[in-house]
């Protein structure tokens, strides 16, 4: 059903965390928004909360099939459950906002296919990058086949782990529980710091960047959590920082690759400066060069705004129009990319599961030992599920050969 702007937007909310709990704040300060949460589907109605218990419920169908409700708003974990609410929605009639990254990145084909079908609307400008409009600037700015390459810190999570640890000495452990009691982390620490997180953040941004759908399978991605002194030590010498960063880029191009890896970031780099829990876009272009967005990628209110800036625009009948993969020849995806990556190891075992194409550099000392060297990035996802692992720490140095 499209909304006319005249009528007011009764919004159905499933979840009442961290976001969920920022958005109805921001919504009571904001009154153009126009827009109310009549009702929340939450999974404990028994857990202490600040509103009134008759705005609660478990049952997801009092939200599904109350005809009042116009627009679902989704902001739980689950990705399973949220597939499930998003999907009933559309076929209910009822446009959805979003913020399950997860989900998106795994259903986005059908979810796209039902909107056409049912004329309802999916936003979902939230689930990526919290505060930066990214989505809807590749949709509607950068809608032409200009677009080279999308480079960034997408996870505010480890960003913030990774500034204590190189500004104030703390221990990863620290870092990390210090994060998740801001409520920075998601409910699985490993979502976010083992890149999963950044990971299906960039499929969605791929999608709307460059027209092509990647199977979360088919994308290599490797965090922080290994993560050591010694790694700290190497790029302090070398005057670099360690960041968490997402990379999609054009090859050759009629093709493009992905990946997800720590980055060995130089003090000329837009990114270096990205700080706490703070996301950083560098979009690339064939004419205009290189072009950078900065906000809050994590947090309640940050999120929350995005999530409201996803209402609004849904209340003026936005949609996303799926430019790139409707009216462009969608380019093919690719791991057969060579990366230059520094391996930081303690056992040669270890390295010899590194199928390196040439190695440039080679340390051996007392406390541990790293190589630099080139590998292709279909040899790192052939291992993936072995590299966590292993006694090991890979950091990419930003070099690539397309």
Known sequence: METDKKNKLVIGLFGFGTVGQGLYKVLQDV????????????????????????????????????????????????AEAAYQIVKTALLNGKSVVSGNKNMLAHHLQELIDIQRETGEALLYDASACGS?????????????????????????????????????????????????????????????????????????????????????????HYGISNVSEYDIRYAREKSKKIKLVAQVCKVNGKKFSMFVLPKLVSSDEYIYTVEEE?????????????????????????????????????????????????????PLYTRDVEIEVYVRYHDLVDLSHFDFESVSEKYTGPEYNYVIGKIKVDNLHKMKNMIRKLNVFVAWTGKIDQ
Not at 34 to 55: M, T, Y
Not at 145 to 154: E, K
């Open 132 to 220: 930066i409009p990214v989505i809807r600037n590749l949709e509607e700015y950068y809608d032409n086949d200009l677009l080279q390459s999308i480079t960034g810190i997408l996870n505010g999570s480890s960003n913030f782990i990774l500034t204590r640890i190189f500004q104030e000495g703390w221990t990863y452990d620290e870092a990390l529980k210090h994060a998740q009691k801001l409520g920075f982390a998601e409910s699985n620490p490993s979502f976010d710091v083992d890149g999963f997180d950044s990971m299906f953040k960039l499929i969605i941004l791929a999608l709307h960047g460059f027209g092509t759908l990647v199977d979360p399978e088919e994308v290599f």
């Open 278 to 330: 703070y996301n950083g876009v560098i979009i690339e272009g064939q004419f205009y060069d290189k072009q950078f967005m900065f906000g809050k990628g994590a947090g309640a209110f940050p999120t929350g705004s995005a999530v409201l800036s996803d209402i609004t625009a849904r209340k003026h009948n936005y949609r996303y129009e799926y430019k790139k993969l409707n009216f462009f020849a969608s």
């Open 31 to 78: 009154q153009t928004a126009d827009a109310s949460i009549k009702s929340i589907c939450i999974k404990q109605k028994e857990k202490p909360r600040s509103l009134d218990s008759s705005i609660f419920t478990l049952n997801a169908d009092d939200l599904l099939n109350d005809p009042e409700i116009n627009l679902i708003v989704e902001l739980i974990d689950d």
